[in-house]
């Protein structure tokens, strides 16, 4: 190990104890109880490894590989944390999210599987990357796909929020990038990959800590109008304006 | 390799997205976006019908009968202006409708997919011509516009009709799965 790794190995220790004794003085730990899980198991993982590593090195990758699943599992359950906690105050928009990612992560869930599933001859640390890499690109789809709900449906996203979708996100996305590199290139793209993986995850723990320092509870959604609520008014409203500027353009121009 | 650029393209969009969405999206608040959906209940209606002044013939044929060639320049430059300005508010409008629709189905009760999809390609035509007459005006002239018209009518339409068709097919699908 060089002292580049263990430097970065240690900051990253540092940075994740600090996150989680952070949860523990401001309670966020009650409100987002997955990505405290989920930075506990990566903290005690860190802590394992680091013994292995030294103590039992042959052990080591294998241990990783089994930890990297485990950390997947948790990561799908802090995507899921993100989507409830941003949608919750919205049950229309959540419906709307629930019917669109069933549908997005069927048809990637598919195709990557299948993927996985045609490579599988190959030797096990490679469809291990395969496999990990195609369940992050899930992760990502599911993640694009609630920013672009949050694109068309204005919805109130607070820094504590902001904070956690753009950490994973950035986590996930350079996680695919990093793998699929790794996948495409294999070994000539070893030393690279021992740099910028810890160096993107260290990234991730930054924000993090920026962002979570100060929890803000996630908003509640304000009392509205009994009239403003009625679906079919909104899109009556709508569907009168768009045709009066259609027939605006007709007229004025379109003749 | 395809498959290789696909996830490359993948994980860069997701950071992409993620930074430019969520630092929009921050900038609200729940009241604010009450306050917005109040505000949006009430429409602006849409302008006299200036377009058919400063668009039509009338002014252009006197002008050019009866002016100096200065004149006509000037006239010529002042009303591909006010075309302009007049095109940016119709297209400032039709946002300011969608914008207020998507507020209000945020806040709503109940979202149809479907009906969304509608409405998305009704602003989707009403945007395009809008876009077509800008840059038209842009490029040429506010007189140029009107004889550009015809074939862009067929254009939208064509989109139009076909969207509209996928539309029904979804709506046909989603009535088959739920029976």
């Known amino acids: 190990m060089t002292l580049y790794t263990l430097t970065i190995w240690m900051v990253g220790l540092g940075l994740e104890a600090l996150l989680l004794a952070r949860a523990g003085m401001t309670g966020w730990w009650r409100k987002c109880p997955l990505l405290f899980a989920y930075l506990a198991w990566i903290l005690l993982q860190d802590v394992l490894f680091l013994f292995l590593y030294y103590q039992e090195p042959n052990w080591y990758q294998s241990a990783y590989w089994y930890g990297q699943f485990f950390s997947l599992a948790l990561g799908c359950g802090v995507c899921w944390e993100v989507f409830r906690s941003l949608l919750a105050p919205y049950p229309a928009v959540g419906r709307v999210a629930r019917s669109v990612l069933c549908l997005v992560l069927a048809l990637v869930a598919s195709k990557v599987l299948a993927d996985g599933w045609v490579n599988s001859n190959n030797h096990l640390s490679v469809t291990v990357i395969v496999l990990e890499r195609n369940l992050r690109a899930v992760q990502a789809v599911a993640l694009i796909s609630l920013a672009l709900l949050l694109a068309y449906f204005p919805i109130p996203v607070n820094r504590t929020q902001r904070g956690v979708a753009l950490g994973y996100g950035l986590f996930v996305g350079t996680s695919v990038i990093d793998l699929t590199a790794a996948d495409a290139l294999g070994l000539r793209f070893h030393s690279t990959w021992v740099i910028l993986q810890p160096l993107f995850y260290l990234t991730v723990l930054c924000v993090w800590c920026a962002y979570l320092w100060n929890f803000e509870v996630p908003q509640v959604a304000a009392p509205v109008p009994q009239d403003l609520l009625d679906y079919r008014s909104v899109v009556g409203r709508t569907r009168k304006g768009l045709a009066e500027g259609l027939r605006y353009l007709r007229n004025n121009v379109f003749r | 390799m395809n498959q290789t650029f696909f996830f490359l393209i993948l994980g860069t969009l997701l950071i992409a997205i993620l930074f430019f969405l969520l630092r929009q999206s921050g900038r609200r608040s729940t009241e604010q976006l009450t306050a917005a959906a109040d505000d949006a209940s009430q429409l602006e209606s849409w302008p006299e019908d200036l377009g058919e002044r400063i668009l039509g013939p009338a ?101 139009r009709n076909l969207a509209e068709s996928l539309v029904r097919v979804n709506t046909l699908l989603n009535r088959e799965n739920r029976a």
């Open chain 2, 59 to 159: 002014d252009w044929d006197y002008v050019q009968e009866n002016a100096s060639s200065e004149v006509q320049r000037l006239f010529y430059a002042e009303r591909k202006e006010l075309a302009l300005c007049w095109l940016y508010e119709v297209r400032r409008k039709s946002q300011a409708v969608m914008r207020s629709h998507r507020i209000g189905s945020t806040l709503s009760d109940n979202i149809r997919i479907p009906l969304e999809l509608r409405l998305l390609l009704d602003y989707f035509v009403l945007r395009t011509s809008c876009e077509f007459a800008i840059f038209i005006i842009l490029f040429s002239s506010p007189r140029a516009l009107r004889r550009a018209v015809g074939s862009t009518s067929r254009v939208t339409s064509c989109i």
